[in-house]
């Protein structure tokens, strides 16, 4: 059940970083008279929902400028569409704030600095044509919403976790969102046939083996010859067309369709009743939530973090032994690292402080290439060495885990953070948060102080 006034109800963020919810009574009088419904009286979301869609779809095709506003004239699709983005509002609210509570985000992001990759339908009374360069977020959630696949609620959040800017500062601070294209491209036949088994029929069952067995032979082999690294996107239309080829045994198989049984699967993998945490779809954080859909793999932040700054200390101890050598370039190279990191001076600022004379001789100094690359080897490896032990714990007895696809996992979790740090000290403004760029700090701050 729901409450009416969330459909009338407008929630936007503020320049001061507040939240205000404005009732608007254009879109007030249009639902009441609609649903004979009073402000405080619950409602079936399911229904209404699949109301309002369906009236904002029958005036779809009608021409009206981009970013006209419209009120008490205007057609019933403009205003079914806009009491719609009113309630994912409300809800876009909700998932960031469940995003803060689950995963300590708190300490990273006020509630303002978080809403604001997500958060940015200022009217929904403005009406924008589905090819403007430009759309809120609210209205991508409610031009693609299927009702008969989805909740709103539910669409909502699997569109918040996909906005690339907030997926980019969460992977900082080590959370990895999966998207569904992800979660199916590392699970198997055989783990799709235990899970769901009993929620389908075995001719279903069949079917969605088949599809996923195509989506398996297109897409990841894709992947493979693009090469590692990228995120999972959506199949393009032309994989989608080769994976139809490849169903000979499905009937009336075409593009949409086999796009809607994928999403169907990825939907079933994430459901919560499960007997094992499948190790694909989520690394899971200690007590998960029974009553939430895993919309993430989950680099555990303690053993991250851990693991991270051990693998930094290993990194610079190699390198301290290299240089023992020529003892003067010792001192030079750490106080090159102090003055690059923690005062986030540039190479040819710092050259002449280390008695060299050039910017290429700083650079041949830190030589931060080879030490991101070894840091990445030992991360790696003591985070590897790590999980499977903590996974045990949500792993069913008879279900092993698959060491392959744990070290693809974290290898693209551990990629992404080491090329946020990489690019941003290609910058001109250097303010790199990301969890090496913390870690590594906090190890020239300890250095520094034992050698005062």
């Known amino acids: 059940m729901g409450v009416a006034w969330k459909y009338w109800t407008h929630v936007r963020l503020e320049m001061s970083g507040k939240l205000k919810r404005q009732e608007i009574a254009t879109l007030k009088s249009f639902f009441q008279q609609q649903f004979q419904i009073e402000d405080t009286d619950d409602v079936v979301d399911s229904t209404i929902q699949m109301r309002l869609n369906a009236l904002k779809a029958s005036g779809q095709d009608s021409e009206q400028d981009s970013g006209q506003d419209f009120g008490q004239n205007s057609g019933q699709s403009d205003l079914a569409a806009a009491c719609l983005r009113c309630f994912v509002s409300h809800c876009i609210v909700v998932v960031c704030a469940d995003l803060s509570r689950k995963f300590q985000l708190q300490r990273h992001f006020t509630q303002a600095e978080l809403l604001a990759y997500v958060l940015n339908d200022v009217n929904p009374l403005q009406k924008f044509q589905p090819a403007a360069v430009y759309l809120p977020l609210a209205v991508k959630v409610v031009q693609s919403f299927q009702p008969e696949q989805s909740s709103l609620a539910y669409w909502t959040k699997r569109l918040v976790l996909q906005q690339k800017d907030l997926y980019r500062a969460l992977a900082n601070c080590g959370v990895y969102i999966a998207s569904d294209w992800a979660i199916l491209n590392h699970t198997t036949a055989l783990q799709v046939q235990r899970q769901l ?177 070894e840091v990445r080897q030992h991360w790696l490896s003591l985070i590897r060495q790590e999980l499977p032990q903590i996974l045990q714990h949500y792993q069913a007895s008879d279900q092993p885990i698959e060491t392959e696809q744990l070290d693809q996992i974290l290898a693209e979790a551990i990629d992404r953070i080491m090329a946020e740090d990489q690019a941003d000290c290609y910058s001109a403004k250097r303010r790199s948060e990301s969890l090496f760029n913390a870690c590594l700090c906090r190890y020239l701050n300890e250095w520094q102080q034992d050698s005062a």
């Open 197 to 373: 088994a009993e929620r389908l029929h075995p001719a279903e069952l069949a079917e969605i083996v088949a599809v996923l067995a195509s989506f398996h032979a297109v897409y990841r082999q894709d992947r493979l010859r693009a090469g590692a690294g990228q995120r999972c996107a959506e199949p393009t239309l032309d994989q989608l067309a080769r994976m139809v080829q490849q169903l000979t045994t499905l009937p009336d198989a075409h593009p949409q369709r086999v796009l809607r049984m994928l999403r169907f699967l990825a939907n079933e993998l994430r459901q919560p009743r499960r007997t094992a945490i499948l190790l694909n779809e989520s690394l899971s954080p200690p007590n998960p939530q029974p009553d939430e859909q895993d919309e993430f793999l989950v680099d555990y932040q303690i053993q991250v973090r851990r693991c991270l700054k051990q693998a930094i200390r290993l990194a610079f101890e190699a390198r301290l032994a290299e240089l023992q050598q020529q003892p003067q370039r010792v001192g030079a190279f750490m106080q090159a690292m102090t003055l690059f990191f923690l005062n986030r001076m540039s190479m040819s600022q710092i050259a002449p402080l280390v008695g060299l004379q050039k910017q290429f001789q700083v650079t041949r100094l830190l030589n931060l290439k080879t030490l991101r690359a």
